[in-house]
């Protein structure tokens, strides 16, 4: 028998003043950094994103921007992060290359799975002067087709009822703002970081929804103390595999459960409305803009767009990650094409920024071969998603009269992806998709008919609106593209589509 092996360090405070070679520590005092901004959601976009951006500023102009992380869902943080100190390791990997860096923004993290009562501490309290959320599109509780508050959504129906104990984080944040009021009256800005259009809008919009049924003059304190930024964020950032947190401990000699994987590429564009304190956030490669609306039409059709119409049609084609999707001719001439010819032209000028050349920039991104981003994972919750991605440059097309023939195809890839899940094609993979269960059933009822299948999604109002289901061409387009997906073989049709001349 050889000796016991030697169990490995775990990443703390402690070794801060002894780091392994290649890997970067905070460039600040962390005893020194107090709470001054909670962030609810910290999954891995989070730890390589805002906790990154707020990481750097700490580095060049420290300040109380200490970040109280809540956590919302599984996996439970608070022990994880806890036991860490709140420090974890961001890898940045692109193909062979691998860059590890340690980021000390986050001091500690709350779970509100089991009760809110601590997270309604955090962001009640009168040191916090800025929340930001990434709560993935669902989180909002919101119709995606209109960006109104879902009012029959079953955590919304128990938050009315139990204002006090909310559920939902609109819940969750209309209980602390009340409690803002009640007590300090301190203003706060509420910063939404998801991919969801017009995000700031969004949130405010659920917020108040809430805020009205309270009738003690809550609507009135956030229209005077309360501002709801819209923003832009981008960096791929798939979640972290047992494999990444083996990668950390082999090359660096350390024990980190909670690192975080993402690409090189990062951007953030703000809209400058922040109700007292905000991070320099510009400082460190942040934008502040009037208006964030050009920047997110461009990154959710063109990137977002990308890599929704090669995820569903990569597990249709049998293919397990992005990068394997568009390394394959077949769906990468697919995807160039549907974006240079039918979403560029919805888009609006976007300052210092090619349309052209951010489509090439997008697809070399999305080719990175370290960024193991599951096909699957891409295709969670896509009714939350392909409104802003796929629905909304289609209606653009309508408006002015152009074709949606290759936008239908993408659309339909999603539909496809669910029916197929199914009774009807033997439950081919298990979805995670709000109306998975609604399409299920309705591919069961209407056996081969397609026609009346894809009709019966068309109607699922929370996500296409009526004017858009009822439009003749985009109906037909779409189950066409329906038909073909679920054939036997779906990538024939896909380059039956391709072989079209133009789509106008």
């Not at 709140?86 to 990997?93: D, H, Q, S, V």
């Not at 998801?194 to 805020?211: C, F, P, Y």
């Not at 160039?336 to 976007?350: A, I, K, Q, S, Y």
Request: net charge negative; hydrophobic share 40%; aromatic share 6%.
């Amino acid at each position: 028998m050889t000796a016991a092996a030697t169990v490995t360090e775990r990443l703390g405070q402690g070794m801060l003043a002894r780091l392994p070679a290649g890997v970067e520590g905070p460039a600040y005092d962390r005893a020194k950094l107090a709470p001054g901004m909670a962030h609810i959601g910290v999954g891995a976009f989070h730890r390589c994103h805002q906790a990154e951006y707020t990481d750097d500023l700490l580095a060049q102009r420290f300040d109380r921007w200490g970040v109280i992380g809540i956590n919302v869902r599984p996996p439970v943080l608070a022990t994880m992060l806890g036991s860490q100190d709140g420090l974890y390791t961001r890898l940045i990997r692109e193909n062979t290359s691998v860059e590890a860096r340690l980021i000390g923004s986050i001091i500690s993290v709350v779970d509100s799975q089991e009760s809110p009562e601590a997270a309604l501490g955090v962001l009640a309290s009168p040191d916090i002067d800025l929340v930001t959320l990434t709560i993935t599109e669902k989180g909002y509780c919101h119709r995606p087709s209109s960006g109104k508050l879902e009012l029959d959504h079953p955590d919304i129906v128990h938050d009315i009822a139990k204002q006090k104990a909310p559920r939902s984080v609109p819940g969750m944040l209309a209980e602390a703002l009340d409690r803002r009021m009640r007590t300090h009256g301190r203003p706060v800005t509420l910063l939404s970081c998801d991919n969801i259009q017009a995000n700031g809008k969004v949130l405010s919009e659920v917020v108040r929804t809430l805020a009205r049924q309270r009738d003690n003059g809550l609507c009135d304190w956030i229209e005077s103390n309360v501002a709801f930024p819209s923003a832009m964020v981008d960096r791929i950032a798939p979640a972290t595999s047992q494999a990444d947190i083996e990668t950390v401990e082999r090359r660096f000699g350390y024990r980190d459960q909670a690192v975080a994987v993402g690409e090189p590429f990062r951007q953030w564009v703000i809209e400058e409305n922040f109700a007292g304190r905000f991070p320099r956030w510009d400082l460190v490669g942040a934008s502040f803009v009037s208006d964030v609306t050009p920047f997110e039409h461009l990154k959710m059709r063109v990137l977002n767009g990308a890599q929704t119409t090669l995820c569903y049609l990569g597990v249709l084609a049998g293919l397990e990650h992005t990068s394997d999707a568009i390394g394959d001719p077949l769906l990468a001439g697919f995807v160039r094409r549907m974006l240079t010819e039918e979403t560029l032209p919805t888009l609006m000028p976007v300052p210092g920024i090619s349309p052209d050349t951010y489509v090439e920039q997008s697809l070399a991104r999305l080719k990175n071969t370290a960024i193991r981003h599951r096909n699957h994972q891409v295709a969670t919750d896509g009714s939350q998603k392909i409104v802003q991605r796929l629905l909304n440059p289609i209606r653009d097309r309508l408006r002015a009269g152009r074709g949606i023939g290759l936008l239908s195809v993408a659309t339909a890839g999603w539909m496809a992806y669910l029916v197929k899940a199914s009774t009807r094609f033997g439950a081919s993979w298990e979805v995670s998709d709000p109306v998975a269960e609604r399409v299920a059933q309705l591919a069961d009822r209407t056996g081969k008919d397609v026609p009346a299948l894809a009709a019966g999604i068309l109607s699922i109002d929370t996500i296409f609106d009526p004017e858009l289901a009822a439009n003749g061409q985009f109906r037909e387009a779409v189950a066409e593209a329906l038909e073909g997906l679920l054939s036997d073989d779906p990538m024939e049709y896909v380059r039956y589509v391709c072989t079209r001349h133009g789509t106008d």
